[in-house]
């Protein structure tokens, strides 16, 4: 089982570090499965709107909802983030090389969103790869059962770990 997670302390940080890895996944022929995030700033909030984009060039998903300027709630559309698995499900009979998830979110801490299908994914040895966040930190160690791996936040440190877990082949690097 081959289970990573990368953590940062700036907003966006983590988003743009896997987008960044799985361009350059798909530059070197690996074959990656799961969704990355963009976050885009709204004209009418301080807030941002965040849509992933399913893997490798899949449908974008808007996974954020606006709720008003004075709204406190989760801006999580709940709708959107499982359309979104289920897309990546979808393209998982053609054996991606790896799962990457931008995000072990509450959702994912609730038993939620791609949770069973990160569950799945070890289950058949894909290696997956995760944003996690500090509110879910402990919930995802409980999920993981300590079994994974907290990497570096930079592309280098991913790019290495990807190297040592992904089989050599035509769809290796």
């Given at each position: 089982?081959?289970?990573?997670?990368?953590?940062?302390?700036?907003?966006?940080?983590?988003?743009?570090?896997?987008?960044?890895?799985?361009?350059?996944?798909?530059?070197?022929?690996?074959?990656?499965?799961?969704?990355?995030?963009?976050?885009?700033?709204?004209?009418?909030?301080?807030l941002c709107d965040m849509?992933?984009?399913?893997?490798?060039?899949?449908?974008?998903?808007?996974?954020?909802?606006?709720?008003?300027?004075?709204?406190?709630?989760?801006?999580?559309?709940?709708?959107?983030?499982?359309?979104?698995?289920?897309?990546?499900?979808?393209?998982?009979?053609?054996?991606?090389?790896?799962?990457?998830?931008?995000?072990?979110?509450?959702?994912?801490?609730n038993g939620r969103g791609?949770?069973?299908?990160?569950?799945?994914?070890?289950?058949?040895?894909?290696?997956?790869?995760?944003?996690?966040?500090?509110?879910?930190?402990?919930?995802?160690?409980?999920?993981?059962?300590?079994?994974?791996?907290?990497?570096?936040?930079?592309?280098?440190?991913?790019?290495?770990?990807?190297?040592?877990?992904?089989?050599?082949?035509?769809?290796?690097?």
């Amino acid at each position: 089982m081959s289970l990573a997670y990368v953590m940062t302390d700036e907003p966006g940080a983590t988003d743009r570090l896997l987008c960044d890895f799985a361009a350059l996944c798909a530059a070197r022929g690996r074959r990656a499965a799961g969704v990355v995030q963009t976050n885009t700033d709204c004209t009418d909030s301080r807030l941002c709107d965040m849509d992933v984009r399913v893997l490798p060039n899949g449908a974008v998903f808007r996974i954020s909802q606006s709720l008003g300027a004075n709204a406190r709630g989760c801006r999580l559309d709940p709708a959107a983030l499982e359309q979104a698995v289920a897309a990546v499900e979808a393209g998982l009979p053609h054996r991606p090389d790896l799962l990457i998830a931008n995000k072990f979110g509450k959702h994912e801490a609730n038993g939620r969103g791609f949770r069973d299908l990160i569950a799945h994914c070890l289950a058949d040895g894909i290696p997956v790869l995760l944003g996690v966040n500090r509110g879910n930190h402990a919930s995802f160690l409980k999920f993981s059962g300590g079994l994974a791996m907290q990497l570096d936040a930079s592309e280098q440190a991913l790019d290495n770990w990807a190297q040592e877990v992904l089989p050599r082949g035509p769809h290796a690097a």
